[in-house]
């Protein structure tokens, strides 16, 4: 397993992490306890989780991602073996359950997150702790465009301030953000280094061949300000493994179960998915593997996220790590993307 460093910290985490999303709702405690094993046994230290978490968000599930998380630590006594991330949700996204739903990222709902974290994932400290998604309206969950909305919203400057109270007391040790955008990723960069606060070290954003939107304005912040990417969704949805092909809807699949998982389902993506899953089978490789190797050998990836709801789909997704794309594929890969560019943004 090869390790990257997470931004300009001492911390270096493996280039794939472990996803923890289905935990607690397509996944029970056991089969997240068997992923946890295999993903460490194959070299990976960094793990992924949110207090959303799981997915689709209910009030019934809420926090039980972390939970199990924290089982597993109080069982096996290996935290220190793992760079842990988590995150703390913003308003909207149908999660009104969460702090009566009127989520700020102030004092009051980051203190009240956190805590509430630590306690459910049995530790003394979070490594990286991301914002979800920003508190302001802007472009993110596949909103390509921006239109503006003059809003009231927590100023960055006391998001960070209250982030770095964390850091000082020891709850945490870095800061991250998510569904960010190249002003707001910037804004953050700037008013650390202006206030001497905690500078953000990843952004975790989506990226996949069906949506790289993240190369526009944000690559070259990741790189030039060594705040990379942490790139969820590499498979959108599963849709870049093939199992979807042709309308199949296979029983227990994410797309099959719930309604709301539309983002990468539209007429555009399903004709595009269907030529990257073709150029896959036309070289011999397995579909998810390619696409896969494809976000983890990019420039400004830190670490890849992958999430399984079996212990052969994590195997499979762990060995793309083995696969190096060839310049054929690459260029096919490359044909594709400008005749359908960015069709799931």
Same mark, same amino acid.
């Given at each position: 397993? %090869? ?154 400057? %006391? ?160 060995r793309s790590t083995e696969l190096k794309l060839s310049e054929e594929v690459l260029e096919g890969i490359a044909a594709i993307h400008k005749d359908q560019p960015n069709p799931a943004p």
């Open positions: 397993m %090869e390790y990257r460093q997470l931004g300009r910290t001492d911390l270096k985490v493996s280039r794939l992490c472990l996803g923890t999303m289905t935990w607690g709702e397509q996944n029970t405690e056991a089969q997240a306890f068997a992923q946890i094993e295999r993903a460490k046994a194959y070299g990976i230290n960094f793990m992924d989780a949110a207090e959303m978490y799981p997915v689709p968000p209910r009030a019934e599930t809420y926090g039980a991602t972390e939970s199990i998380i924290g089982n597993w630590f109080a069982k096996r006594g290996d935290r220190a073996d793992w760079i842990l991330a988590s995150k703390v949700a913003g308003p909207g996204n149908g999660i009104s359950h969460i702090r009566g739903g009127a989520l700020k990222h102030n004092r009051q709902h980051i203190t009240a997150a956190l805590d509430a974290s630590l306690e459910r994932l049995q530790t003394d400290w979070i490594d990286l702790y991301q914002l979800h998604w920003p508190e302001r309206s802007t472009n993110f969950f596949g909103q390509l465009g921006y239109q503006h909305q003059e809003q009231d919203f927590t100023p960055l400057r %006391e998001t960070l301030e209250v982030l770095g109270e964390q850091v000082k007391a020891g709850k945490i040790r870095h800061i991250g953000l998510s569904n960010e955008t190249p002003w707001g990723t910037m804004k953050f960069l700037q008013l650390a280094e202006q206030l001497g606060l905690p500078r953000a070290v990843s952004i975790q954003n989506p990226y996949n061949l069906l949506n790289r939107t993240f190369e526009v304005g944000l690559a070259e912040v990741a790189i030039r300000e060594q705040c990379g990417l942490l790139a969820y969704s590499p498979m959108a949805f599963g849709m870049l493994s093939g199992k979807y092909e042709n309308g199949a809807r296979p029983a227990n699949a994410r797309i099959t179960l719930f309604s709301r998982f539309t983002r990468y389902t539209n007429p555009q993506s399903q004709a595009a998915c269907s030529r990257y899953v073709q150029l896959a089978r036309e070289h011999g490789l397995d579909p998810a593997q390619m696409a896969l190797a494809f976000v983890t050998a990019q420039p400004f990836v830190t670490s890849n996220i992958i999430g399984a709801t079996s212990l052969e789909q994590l195997e499979a997704n762990l």
